[in-house]
Structure formats: structure tokens, C-alpha cells
């Protein structure tokens, strides 16, 4: 069956060739020499090209052939996503999520957002920067999760209206980890001694190549208590649970029909269950237009020098967002 809004599309872009052909053709070739002539057709046949793609821009504009956006996250969440200039990202891009999200709530043909969602979590900053994109959107928010959508990932889903699994799907995990690597003993092995020059007691706890005093590591535990009252805080307000009932679940994951039971998923389904639940709150087929990330070359230029700066500015073992000296922060 021919959509409506298809066919109107069609003619209108149509209708912009066919005028921009008409004005080339009397300024490029009706009008000048006949020396002129020859360049006249190239020119206009460049110009119907140009319509054709600015026309198609405007119909798309006017006429959207879509009416839900989907973005997807995908693997551990960074800031960049990791990996360089020579090597792909090896992970979810929380800030090119967020710009997938925004440029999908500005088009006007997103009356929803499907959050395709299988990564294990990862840094705790840009992964509330993803949660709060969604929240933002101005329409129903659906999460989807596939394989799995544990820590991080469950933290972006408490920002969306619903959270959609499989029954075979790993979702939980609500809760904080810190970690350093002790390399004490291997240092003494080698022959190296730590030697820091600070200002503040705490500035360098957590650095490995030293012994860990009781009162730092009460200070750095009590970093992760701190974050994991926020995320149980953040799940219990986004999922409309009871933060105990939360905390007695103590990060454990779950496969999805055990999730469902503890009011930790909203359904389970396949991703025609999922679309067919669309279709019945938008009462119309739905149409998906999926968003990819529109960094380019320079954007991973200035995402490297970030970096760089970064490391070399802070002085820190770890350009990665949540790792301070040595010590590494994740949800």
C-alpha cells in the first residue's frame, strides 16, 4: 500500500527539479551564445542534481518518512567510545549518543524514541549524560533491551517511560565498582620505589605503587557508597520502585522474566512485540529511521587532543573519564 505522505514527497521533489531545470535551461542555454551553449546543459543538469538533493531535504523536512526514532547504545559506555585515530571505537560514544538523541528531538518526524540498549555499563558520568538525554526528548521514551543492559545500561533505561526485554536478556546490576591495581610488591621486585610530592592528605590514595593506609581506603570506599546512593536513587525515581527493594538486590543481574517479576523490567517481548505496542500508542504503522553518529574526521581529531590535553594537563595515569590516579570508577 502507497503512503500518502510518500507519494506527496515524491511529487514535490519532483516539482523542484522540474522548475530548477526550466530556470537553468533559460539562463544556461535559451539565453547565451551558442558558444555558451554547451556549458549551458552541464550547467543545468548540475543544477537539477543540486535540486534534486536540496528538494529532497525539504520533502523530508515537511514530509517525514519516519515517525520514531532510534538510537542505539551499544558496548562499554565512554566518553569517545576509546579506541584513536587509526583504530575504530571499541565502545558505545556517550557524547555522539547524546547528539543522536537531540538531533532526533529536533526532527519533527520523531513523535518517539526507541533506545536500543545492550552494553554492561561503564563510566558514571556519560552514562547519566545519555539517561538525561532521554529524559529530555519530547515524546514517549521506549528502551529496548537485547542482550544485555546491566549497570551504566539500567541506568540509562530508569530515564525512559518504558524498558522492554527478551527473556534470555541480562539486566541489573545496580551497583558501583572501584578498583586499582596493587603493584606494590612487583615494584619492590624490580627495584622501584614511589616517590610523589602532593598537597592534601588524600591526593594520592588509590595510587597502586604504594601501600593503601585504612583511612584512605575508608575515603575511596566511601566515593563508591556515595555513587551507588545516587543510581539507586536516579533507578528508584525513574522506575517509580522502592530504593530498599533496590538496594536488596545487591547488583545482582537477572535474566529477563526474573527482571519482569521484580518490577525491574516493564515487558517482555520480541522487537515486532515492541513495534506492534508503538503502532497501537501512535495509531499509525510505524515507520523507524535509525540515528548514526555525525562525527567526522575533525571530530575525532578533537576528541584525541582532548585526550592528550587531558592526560598530560591533569597529570593523571588515565585520560578516561572516572579514573583518578589509578583508581577507576564504574557503574
Known amino acids: 500500500m502507497v503512503d500518502a505522505d510518500d507519494v506527496v514527497r515524491g511529487l514535490l521533489v519532483v516539482g523542484i527539479a522540474l522548475v530548477a531545470a526550466v530556470v537553468g535551461w533559460i539562463l544556461f542555454v535559451r539565453v547565451p551564445t551558442d558558444l555558451a551553449g554547451l556549458l549551458g546543459v552541464l550547467l543545468v543538469l548540475a543544477v537539477v ?152 592528605e588524600y591526593k594520592d590514595a588509590g595510587v597502586p605503587l604504594k601501600e593503601m593506609r585504612e583511612d584512605e581506603r575508608e575515603y575511596l570506599q566511601g566515593i563508591v557508597d556515595e555513587y551507588y546512593d545516587q543510581f539507586v536513587e536516579t533507578v528508584a525515581e525513574g522506575r517509580e520502585m522502592d530504593a530498599e527493594a533496590l538496594r536488596e538486590t545487591e547488583a545482582r543481574i537477572y535474566l529477563g522474566e526474573t527482571a519482569a517479576e521484580k518490577g525491574l523490567v516493564d515487558e517482555l517481548g520480541t522487537r515486532e512485540d515492541l513495534e506492534t505496542s508503538l503502532e497501537q500508542r501512535l495509531g499509525e504503522p510505524v515507520r523507524i529511521q535509525e540515528y548514526e553518529a555525525s562525527r567526522g574526521l575533525a571530530g575525532k581529531l578533537r576528541g584525541s587532543a582532548q585526550r592528550v590535553a587531558f592526560a598530560f594537563g591533569a597529570g593523571v595515569a588515565s585520560a578516561f573519564d572516572g579514573d583518578i590516579d589509578g583508581l577507576s570508577f564504574r557503574r
Open 49 to 200: 542534481v543540486g535540486a534534486v538533493r536540496v528538494g529532497g531535504r525539504v520533502a523530508g523536512s515537511l514530509f517525514p518518512a519516519h515517525n520514531v526514532a532510534e538510537v542505539a547504545v551499544e558496548g562499554p559506555i565512554t566518553r569517545d567510545g576509546g579506541g584513536g585515530l587509526t583504530s575504530p571505537p571499541v565502545g558505545a560514544q556517550a557524547d555522539d549518543i547524546v547528539e543522536q538523541i537531540e538531533r532526533a528531538d529536533e526532527d519533527r518526524g520523531s513523535r518517539a524514541l526507541l533506545l536500543k540498549l545492550n552494553t554492561p555499563g561503564g563510566e558514571i558520568v556519560p552514562s547519566e549524560d545519555i539517561r538525561l538525554a532521554a529524559e529530555r526528548f519530547d515524546g514517549p521514551t521506549i528502551a529496548y533491551a537485547t542482550d544485555v543492559c546491566a549497570s551504566g545500561g539500567y541506568d540509562i533505561a530508569a530515564g525512559c517511560d518504558e524498558l522492554w526485554a527478551r527473556e534470555g536478556s541480562i539486566v541489573g546490576s545496580i551497583g558501583v565498582i572501584g578498583s586499582r591495581v596493587n603493584a606494590e610488591e612487583l615494584a619492590d621486585r624490580l627495584g622501584l620505589s614511589y616517590e610523589q610530592f602532593t598537597a592534601g
